[in-house]
Nanobody, 124 residues
Framework: QVQLVESGGGYVQAGGSLRLSCAAS????????MGWFRQTPRKEREFVAT????????YYADSVKGRFTISRDNAKNTAYLQMNLLNHEDTAVYYC?????????????????WGQGTQVTVSS
């Protein structure tokens, strides 16, 4: 069992930055790939970024590539999403998720555990 708790969401003006954190319980955090997803009331949950268990492989949605950076600190059981140059289209609830597998994936159905989400609101 893995429990995930996101933090770092909030309100920011367009062009600003936020850093999301995802704290995981359990001793096997370093064995699993992790991902970030986001959802708005009008859209289905969409992929944002994913990182392999070692952190050596990452993959981003085209909409955030070059602006967002996913990283992890296995010693702290924590993953991060650094978000720069935010725009109104980035407004959403952001979720972190763990995939009980070492390889990255962008399909939300491949993930086994989810956090409760953190709201990010970007003013236009």
């Amino acid at each position: 069992q893995v429990q995930l708790v996101e933090s770092g969401g909030g309100y920011v003006q367009a062009g600003g930055s936020l850093r999301l954190s995802c704290a995981a319980s359990g001793r096997t955090f370093s064995s699993y790939a992790m991902g970030w997803f986001r959802q708005t009331p009008r859209k289905e949950r969409e992929f944002v970024a994913t990182i392999s268990r070692s952190g050596s492989n990452t993959y981003y949605a085209d909409s955030v590539k070059g602006r967002f950076t996913i990283s992890r600190d296995n010693a702290k059981n924590t993953a991060y999403l650094q978000m720069n140059l935010l725009n109104h289209e980035d407004t959403a609830v952001y979720y972190c998720a763990v995939r009980v597998h070492s390889f990255i994936a962008y399909d939300s159905r491949s993930y086994n555990y989810w956090g409760q989400g953190t709201q990010v609101t970007v003013s236009s």
